[in-house]
């Protein structure tokens, strides 16, 4: 049986740490990892422990958020011509695709806000999450939009997600809000023409 060379205990199921290119228990992987561990992105346990610390924190930045007097940036002129057209682009290029649900949507941000952060280099995009955050840099560009607004955005499309998921529609809520924003029909139309 292995010893964790950070505790010298004996270890039942070992972990290979990069960062040591020894062998510790997942007790000093967990409470030291990222302070007197150096931890790298080559290891999987820090990359999930980072990504799930940033989710919590994102979370707890959306439910913090927009309940004063943040609440109404999308009146603001200059943050609607970035996401009028960034959430048109999720409806018409995403809407039909199954694999994308809310959730989907909302870790995308995620990573979108943390890599604005300079936090994202834990995170992997594929294909759809690069088209997502190319055509929002897009139109940032367009727009020249300062990163903290830019971060504010994001937080707040966060929220609609976060508050429209779920319920009759499940997953896909906040799609089907965008499907209802943009062509007027759909299910959110048809349960709010009945009422």
Do not use: W
């Not at 004996?10 to 510790?24: G, H, Q, S, Y």
């Not at 999450?129 to 966060?158: C, G, S, Y």
């Amino acid at each position: 049986m292995a010893k964790c060379i950070l505790c010298n205990k004996k270890i039942k199921f070992a972990r290979k740490c990069p960062a040591l290119n020894e062998t510790i228990c997942s007790t000093c992987c967990g409470n030291k990892k990222g302070s007197e561990i150096q931890c790298t992105n080559s290891c999987n346990y820090f990359v999930e422990g980072q990504i799930k610390e940033n989710k919590k924190q994102i979370i707890q930045l959306v439910k913090e958020s927009f309940n004063s007097e943040f609440e109404d940036i999308y009146q603001d002129e200059k943050i609607l011509r970035l996401v009028a057209p960034f959430e048109k682009f999720i409806f018409k290029n995403y809407y039909n695709h199954r694999d994308v649900t809310d959730e989907f949507i909302s870790d995308c941000y995620t990573k979108m806000y943390y890599s604005l952060e300079g936090k994202g280099n834990v995170y992997s995009f594929n294909e759809i999450e690069k088209d997502i955050f190319d055509e929002f840099n897009k139109i940032v560009k367009k727009t020249k939009m300062p990163i903290e607004a830019q971060k504010l955005i994001l937080i707040r499309m966060m929220k609609s997600v976060d508050s429209m998921t779920g319920g009759m529609f499940e997953n896909r809520m906040y799609l089907e809000l965008l499907r209802n924003n943009f062509t007027g029909t759909g299910i959110v139309a048809e349960v709010m023409g009945k009422m």
